[in-house]
């Protein structure tokens, strides 16, 4: 069974500050790092180290060839990555003492995905395999629309959310994974109850996970809620923490371990990464989580 993740790759340029930059001013970072990163990168990365057969299929620029290499050596199946003439996809990323972020991102090379691309990416593929998307690339609707006609499990990860994502063919969606400002912007409800009634109500066609952050996770799944709390850790950067999760749970739940066991590794996966700087590099591997869920077992 493999996970077939269309994702964006980028370049992060992350910057060390002492609070977020405010209008018309200029503030200096107290450390820099340019690292692999993007939401697709960071996905595959946990999914492999989760130990998942995960194959990526992307784009980036000929001259960061450095960044594949990087992805290949986390696991990744890089053989629908291909490297072309357009600037990679990059953010810039302000990271506070608290660890909260925030970002600014351009798309690049990540918006060159076809509909031809998807349909070569997902030419020998098996009714168990699953495909994983986010909303950083080009060609999604192709990728929802192209995957539930080959009858394969499509797990969507509507992130960074906008309106574009309502015009897209949801119902090929089997897992809707979202944050609570992405689920509030998705079903128009502000409370969390009247969220989880919305997506009870009107999505009843696929699973819906919902990440609270620090208050956990929920997960709605055919007529049951389940919940599972967030690990209590000092949290040092949060980037990642979403996609870290995201490739954790998928790739226990993939592979018919019980939601909730999924939901707790993908969590514990998370809460790991906030304690380390940095996105792709922040994620742990199998051995730590395992390790982390040992201690934490009560």
């Given at each position: 069974m493999a996970i077939i993740n269309f994702g964006?790759?980028?370049?992060?340029?992350?910057?060390?500050?002492?609070?977020?930059?405010?209008?018309?001013?200029?503030?200096?970072?107290?450390?820099y790092q340019t690292l692999l990163g993007g939401k697709g990168a960071n996905q595959s990365i946990a999914l492999a180290q989760a130990g998942a057969d995960v194959?990526?299929?992307?784009?980036?620029?000929?001259?960061d060839a450095s960044f594949k290499q990087a992805l290949i050596k986390k696991g990744v199946d890089c053989r629908g990555l291909t490297c072309s003439e357009v600037p990679s996809g990059h953010a810039i990323i302000q990271v506070t003492p608290s660890g909260e972020n925030a970002i600014v991102l351009f798309g690049g090379a990540n918006q060159t995905?076809?509909?031809?691309?998807?349909m070569q990416a997902l030419d020998d593929t098996r009714p168990s395999d699953w495909v994983l998307t986010q909303n950083e690339t080009s060609s999604i609707e192709e990728v929802l629309r192209q995957a539930k006609e080959k009858h394969l499990k499509v797990a969507f990860?509507?992130?960074?959310?906008?309106?574009?994502?309502?015009?897209?063919p949801l119902d090929c969606v089997d897992l809707l994974i979202v944050n609570e400002?992405?689920?509030?912007a998705i079903t128009g409800k502000e409370t969390l109850e009247d969220i989880v009634t919305e997506f009870k109500e009107q999505w009843?066609?696929?699973e819906v996970i919902i990440t609270l952050g620090k208050?956990?996770?929920?997960?709605?799944?055919?007529?049951?809620?389940i919940e599972v709390k967030a690990f209590t850790v000092d949290a040092v950067d949060t980037t990642a923490a979403g996609d870290t999760f995201i490739g954790y749970f998928l790739s226990a739940y993939c592979n018919h371990t019980d939601a909730k066991q999924a939901l707790r590794r993908g969590c514990a996966?998370?809460?790991?990464?906030?304690?380390?700087?940095?996105?792709a590099q922040s994620i742990p591997t199998q051995k730590e989580v395992d390790r982390f869920l040992a201690k934490h077992a009560n």
């Open positions: 964006s790759i980028n370049i992060d340029h992350v910057y060390q500050v002492d609070h977020f930059v405010q209008p018309g001013e200029t503030l200096a970072s107290t450390h194959r990526h299929v992307g784009s980036i620029h000929e001259n995905i076809t509909a031809k691309t998807v990860n509507p992130a960074p959310m906008s309106e574009s994502v309502k015009q897209l400002t992405e689920a509030a009843s066609h696929c208050a956990g996770v929920i997960m709605l799944r055919k007529n049951e809620v996966a998370s809460a790991i990464a906030v304690t380390r700087e940095g996105a």
